[in-house]
Each structure stands twice: as structure tokens, then as C-alpha cells.
């Protein structure tokens, strides 16, 4: 059969637009605040019978491996989302945007949990990242964050980008 040239029976190739710091402090703030609702639901469910949920809820200082254990859990929550959501949570479903393995299929659990643990990364040293790797030396914020990099994923704007079919 001979190709006639009709672009309509060619299939669009991928393409892949990142969702602008914008979007992605909005996803934060929103993920982050839900979060913190639902853990403070819990640690108020728990409170009589976990010493830690008390600890925290009367607002003492927690130490550093408690810290960590929040943002682990943290990391979790976001990761369990992605997941079910195939690589959305709920700030990024407020922004149209969606997390993608680099080959703009949605991430899948490992690729999200992956993703969750890199995040236990204290922020500080993803500042370091920034003034050492960026390619905007004007701006804290890195190009490219550490849980994207190194999970191969990025956070793409669903209105810009035409994404593979799965």
C-alpha cells in the first residue's frame, strides 16, 4: 500500500512540556496541607496511646529521627497517591499537571515510592543542588529536582504536552 501523506494517519509523537515552579510550589502547598490535616487527624486519633502523637500535638520539640520519620511518611503518602492515581496527587490534579517517567508514561508504584523516598532528603541540600547544577544561577530552586532526577521522572503540564499511548 502506498503512503498517501495524509498527517491524520500518523500518530503524534510525545511530547513532553515541565510543569513551571508555579504549578509545582502550588502542588506542594496543596499535598503538604492535606497532609498535614490528615496527619494531624491521626496523631489525634493516636494521641492516647503513642507517646510521639502527644509529643507533637502539645507542640514539643520532636528530634531528628522523628523528623525524619514525618517526612518519611510524608514521602509515603505522596508516593501511595501517585500510585493510585497514576501520577497525580491532589495539587496536581488542581493544576493539570501529572508525574511521568521520562518516557511520558505515568509513573507506576515503584517509580512512585521511589520518588517518596527521595524526598526524605533534607531540603537544604537540594539548595546546594541548585547553586552547583543550575542553569538559572537567579533562582534557589533547581531545574530539575533530585526526586525527579534520580527516580528518571519528570512533572509534566497536561494542557502542553501530548503524551504516549500506553
Not at 491524520?8 to 499535598?31: H, W
Not at 524526598?119 to 541540600?125: A, D, T
Not at 534520580?150 to 504536552?161: F, G
Request: hydrophobic letters at 45%; charged letters at 15%.
Amino acid at each position: 500500500m502506498e503512503y498517501n501523506g495524509n498527517p491524520l494517519d500518523e500518530k503524534p509523537t510525545a511530547q513532553l512540556v515541565q510543569a513551571g515552579y508555579g504549578k509545582r510550589f502550588i502542588n506542594y502547598c496543596v499535598d503538604f496541607l492535606l497532609f498535614c490535616m490528615l496527619a494531624s487527624f491521626m496523631l489525634l486519633l493516636l494521641r492516647p496511646v503513642y507517646p510521639l502523637a502527644d509529643k507533637i500535638m502539645s507542640r514539643q520539640p520532636i528530634s531528628f529521627p522523628e523528623q525524619m520519620m514525618m517526612t518519611f511518611f510524608y514521602g509515603l503518602y505522596i508516593s501511595l497517591m501517585e500510585t493510585v492515581l497514576k501520577g497525580k496527587s491532589v495539587g496536581k490534579f488542581i493544576t493539570g499537571t501529572r508525574a511521568v517517567g521520562i518516557n511520558g508514561l505515568p509513573v507506576n508504584g515503584q517509580l512512585a515510592f521511589l520518588r517518596g523516598l527521595i524526598r526524605m532528603i533534607p531540603f537544604p541540600f537540594e539548595q546546594v543542588s541548585a547553586l552547583s547544577f543550575s542553569v538559572q544561577p537567579t533562582t534557589l530552586l533547581p531545574p530539575y529536582p533530585w526526586h525527579d532526577r534520580w527516580s528518571r521522572t519528570l512533572v509534566i503540564d497536561e494542557s502542553k504536552s501530548v503524551l504516549p499511548k500506553e
